[in-house]
């Protein structure tokens, strides 16, 4: 399935075999202390930027109905965030993954994308859009 909107993520998530478990994490931008000037200048201009995780939840997809819920919801941490990553945690026997077996996972997205590697997550901007990086 072609995922073009959250809501297309949302669909697939209640589609797949075993009940899912969504991990969002929402990220922010910062200048880095190593940019080159044309990467602050670009950066001053709403574009580049160091991600950085600013806080995590997870939620069974049956929660959200749209992606305007999720950021109302976001908006509680008072946190500025600029895109949100997300993943999938597959359940098994038809029961879906709890909260408490998605934190470790959600600790080890927060990591990976400290670290540059998300290419496993699907992120979201502000409107709900896939981002492709690159």
Request: hydrophobic fraction near 45%.
């Amino acid at each position: 399935m072609h995922i073009s909107s959250f809501n297309d993520l949302l669909s697939a998530a209640l589609q797949q075999p075993e009940p899912q478990r969504l991990l969002f994490v929402f990220a922010g931008a910062e200048l880095a202390d190593d940019m080159t000037p044309a990467q602050r200048e670009q950066f001053l201009a709403g574009q580049g930027g160091a991600l950085v995780p600013l806080m995590c939840v997870d939620r069974l997809p049956s929660e959200l109905e749209n992606f305007k819920q999720l950021e109302e919801e976001s908006l509680q941490f008072d946190q500025d965030w600029a895109m949100v990553f997300v993943a999938g945690l597959s359940g098994r026997q038809g029961m879906a993954p709890t909260s408490e077996e998605a934190q470790p996972v959600l600790e080890c997205m927060v990591a990976s994308i400290k670290a540059g590697d998300f290419g496993a997550f699907m992120p979201f901007d502000r409107m709900g859009d896939p981002v492709v990086f690159g």
